[in-house]
């Protein structure tokens, strides 16, 4: 085989892509953990009235609120940044299997409410859960796809979360909510449905071929795991074949890429600073501080139904993401990454004029919130189609089997911390620069639309070699101060 062949990708084309053990190995990873993290990124959005007034009486101070919000963000930190450590060591299946207990604990502390510390300890506990799920998840689901539709399933991981997310608005508008006294307990009980899923499914679906050939060097292993997941032998032994052709025409031993190398290796920290970047551009686009603080943006803008409006912007993260998925293979990442970025920033700026408009004048520009909530609406759609899902997938395609999963704990920490940051300073921000949070959000997103334009490279059915001697050809342009 010649080096335009990635160790993730062996084959161009093969019959039958679909199947049915690849459709339930894919579902129960996205719902197990995808959907999990997005329910949980969005349950808190319409539920912080009913926490403090009618869970805890009142008892729950700025601080200890902004705390809970932020919970999700500390535990999955801590959680993105074992992920990759922990799925090379025990494997992928392994891995989604154990990450169950600390979200069935942080489940069941949550939904019980006996206080807002025991609460808080919950949302961490589910925060660490979901770090590590959204840094197993799109990697299992990548390496045991079939080329051919790498593209789609990779977007399946984002389109997930952005259901969750949906999900959790639905479930948490004023009319449920009031439904009964304690169905809170309800609500926040939720994510023990698709833990459940997960466990009663995943010991059935296949280990990684990737990882049992790479990380275990079970050839035998790795070709069980390809002909159950491909329902045919043949396919299955021309895929394992390529592996071993790859790594034969990459070395005479396969050597597990260590940390140290990831940083001191020129192309290979290239490569890592592109990820790390990705996933700093997805999070620090402000998208969190609009998935959370959404029903507050809406009415600082003049609009009194919030929720209504929240829930409407959830649909066009799910619809959009949806959408995206053909594009990811017909336009290419990285131009779907521009043009969502670029649009993004002009969805800014119509947003924060109009706030700032209506806050000079409430009574005489009525038509402020409508111009808010559609730069809110068209800013949701260009960030699915462009850094909503892109990261996720270039992350997965841009290292090899060797360092993919150390590079991606690190890419996944980033993701989190840049999380954490929003969360923790959005409302700050909003109540020191007001409408001028959108200017300073808008300005990190050009720095971040710069940076893809100069460094981040086209991956769009090229295989990993060839993308990794482009960032290597960039490397060597920049001395080892920059790069």
Known sequence: ?????????PLVGQPRVWTANLVIAISVAIIGGSLQFGFQTGCMANTQDILNNT???GHVSDLEMSLMISGLPIGGLFGGLLAGLIADKIGRKKCMLLNNIPILLGTVLMSVGLNEHIFLIGRILTGFGCGIATGVAPMYISEISPVSIKGAVGVSHQ?????????GFAMSVKQALNWFSNYWHVYFAFPALPAFYQLILLPLCPESPNWLYYNKEREDLARAALTKLRKSR????EEVDAMIRERTSASSESVMVSYKELFTNKTLRLTLVIGLALQAAQQLSGINAILNYGPDILKTAGMKDGDTATGLLGSINVLMTLISIPLMDKMGRRSLMLLGQLLMILSYIGLAIAQRIHDSNPTGASWTPYVSTTTIITFIIFFAIGPGSIPWLIVAEIFTAEARGKASSLCVGANWICNLLVVLTYDKLNKALQPNTFFLYMGIVTFFLIFTFFFVPETKKKQVEQINREIQEQAEKFPPIVF
């Open 234 to 237: 043949s396919v299955a032994d």
């Open 159 to 167: 389109f997930m979360i952005t259901f969750g997310i949906l999900l």
């Open 1 to 9: 085989m010649g080096s335009d062949e990635d160790v993730t990708r």
């Open 55 to 57: 869970a805890f009486k």
